[in-house]
């Protein structure tokens, strides 16, 4: 991380005891009955653009706004697709909308575009925001702005960042902990999946400073999709069939975004050894960070920690004691499970989360945060239970 400490604190923070964040997400005003689907009155519907409608995260910002009161879907791009109709690019999805025909982003008409999901490739999002009309809202899913530092970003991604005025006025969307920056901001950086996932168990954590920052291992498995719907040789059924495979080892983009919000929540710089796995399923992530205890800190006093800070979110769920997160149980959902165990080495425990990388790690918390941009209830529309077996 090029930040130095002094810097950090002074940052933004989407989380962090200076902005007081994680008691704010547990006011009384965000309280929600996991057990009650939000009702509300209807009213105009927003109009919404899909850019990077072919792709994965793409079809699930569609899947999901299938059943969105709040907000339509009228236009699509797809760059390389353009000129086809959405239904054959994506046969499972043909009544999710009115088969539009994918265009290319420069053809959209922008005159009734209330809000744009941005779903396009790592390196090619700057230009496009910083080019749209100031009235539209936006949710980016791309990794183009989820960094605050752009010279962090340059080292990481390995090119100057092309929108760094834009970038001051972006708030990161990690929903349960960044409400409220949420609320307010214009454009939204939504989480990577690894980040998701590794955040939410962790930030609490080191927020309250139960666990130490300096000695923190992550050991990470995703599933294909993951990956991108591009076609890749490691990604052919023969090559990723029937075996596991670490990538990114030591190097890996989402470590300076876990890195940046530890640091934010722990107001100095934090770094991580983190390791992924691509894993032979469609979807899923899960997530084991190993972390050694504060001095006369005991497992109990992590799961209480956990348990203040998502009793009242409905996306959230802290397991019960010695019962292990298993990502069946969040497929297709915008849920992540948690659970902490104690680590037969003295003083350190376990902490296990898992999502759906395409869901929680995607689209769904995108649309939660689009929700919130909007005034909805931000469980409208992705409150479907797992797809199990």
């Avoid at 876990?258 to 469609?282: R, W, Y």
Wanted: glycine share 8%; hydrophobic share 40%; aromatic share 6%.
């Amino acid at each position: 991380m090029v930040s130095s400490a002094t810097s950090l604190r002074r940052a933004p923070a989407p989380y962090g005891r200076s902005k007081g964040m994680m008691a704010s997400s547990r006011s009384k005003s965000h309280r929600m009955d996991r057990r009650q689907i939000a009702v509300h009155a209807a009213g105009e519907k927003q109009n919404i653009a899909v850019l990077g409608a072919s792709g994965y995260t793409g079809a699930e910002v569609m899947r999901l706004l299938s059943l969105h009161p709040d907000f339509k879907v009228t236009a699509l791009t797809g760059e390389s697709k353009a000129g086809q109709k959405f239904s054959s690019v994506f046969p499972h999805l043909a009544s999710a909308t009115d088969d539009q025909t994918l265009v290319k982003i420069a053809d959209v008409d922008w005159s009734s575009i209330d809000a744009a999901f941005c779903c396009l490739p790592h390196a090619t999002t700057q230009e496009v925001l910083a080019s749209l009309p100031m009235n539209v809202k936006v949710v980016d899913l791309s990794a183009d702005f989820r960094l605050k530092d752009v010279n962090t970003y340059a080292e990481w991604y390995g090119g100057e960042h092309k929108a760094p005025e834009l970038q001051k006025e972006v708030a990161y969307g990690l929903t349960e902990l960044a409400r409220e920056e949420v609320k307010k901001a214009r454009v939204v950086a939504n989480p990577g999946c690894y980040p998701t996932c590794v955040q939410l168990g962790l930030v609490p954590l080191v927020e309250k400073g139960l666990i130490a920052t300096e000695d923190i291992i992550i050991d990470a498995k995703s599933g294909i999709s993951g990956a991108g719907r591009s076609a890749k040789q490691n990604l052919l059924y023969c090559e990723a069939a029937e075996g596991v495979n670490a990538y990114g080892v030591g190097k890996h983009r989402h470590m300076p975004e876990i890195e940046q919000g530890l640091s934010m929540a722990s107001g100095k710089d934090v770094k991580i050894s983190f390791t992924p796995h691509l894993m032979p399923m469609s979807r899923g992530m899960e997530t084991a960070s190993y972390v050694r205890m504060s001095e006369g800190t005991g497992v109990e006093e992590l799961r209480t920690a956990l348990e203040e800070q998502y009793r009242s979110e409905p996306f959230v769920h802290v397991l019960k004691p010695g019962v292990a997160p298993y990502t069946h149980h969040v497929r297709g959902t915008n849920f992540c499970h948690i659970n902490v165990f104690e680590d037969r080495i003295s003083g350190r425990a376990i902490v296990l989360s898992v999502i759906d990388n395409l869901v929680k790690g995607a689209s769904g918390q995108a649309i939660q945060n689009m929700n919130l941009l909007f005034g909805v209830p931000e469980t409208t529309g992705i409150l479907q239970q797992a797809l199990y077996p």
